[in-house]
Nanobody, 126 residues
Framework: QVQLVESGGGLVQAGGSLRLSCAAS????????MGWFRQAPGKEREFVAA????????RYPDPVKGRFFISRDNAKNTVYLQMNSLKPEDTAVYYC???????????????????WGQGTQVTVSS
């Protein structure tokens, strides 16, 4: 069992940066693949980033590639999402998720993740 708590969201101007954190409880955090998703009002949940604990493989969708970077610190049970060059279309609630089954290539589908945080709001003003 893993519990996830996101933090670091807020209001930022376009072009700015934010770093989201996701603190996890549970002794086996280091064995989970971790992902970030987001959901804007009236839109479907969208994959943002993921990292495998075993291979270090990261995955990003094209809209954030080169601007967002996921990393993890297993000693601190924390995964991060560094977001640079933010755009108004990045405005959404951002969710952290953990997957216990896909250890090598991180999945990009939300249904493959077992545990979810409550989310943190990111608002980018133009």
């Amino acid at each position: 069992q893993v519990q996830l708590v996101e933090s670091g969201g807020g209001l930022v101007q376009a072009g700015g940066s934010l770093r989201l954190s996701c603190a996890a409880s549970g002794r086996t955090f280091s064995t989970y693949t971790m992902g970030w998703f987001r959901q804007a009002p009236g839109k479907e949940r969208e994959f943002v980033a993921a990292i495998s604990w075993r291979t270090g493989i990261t995955r990003y969708p094209d809209p954030v590639k080169g601007r967002f970077f996921i990393s993890r610190d297993n000693a601190k049970n924390t995964v991060y999402l560094q977001m640079n060059s933010l755009k108004p279309e990045d405005t959404a609630v951002y969710y952290c998720a953990a997957d216990s089954r896909n250890l090598f290539r991180p999945p990009i589908v939300g249904d493959d993740y077992d545990y979810w945080g409550q989310g943190t709001q990111v608002t980018v003003s133009s």
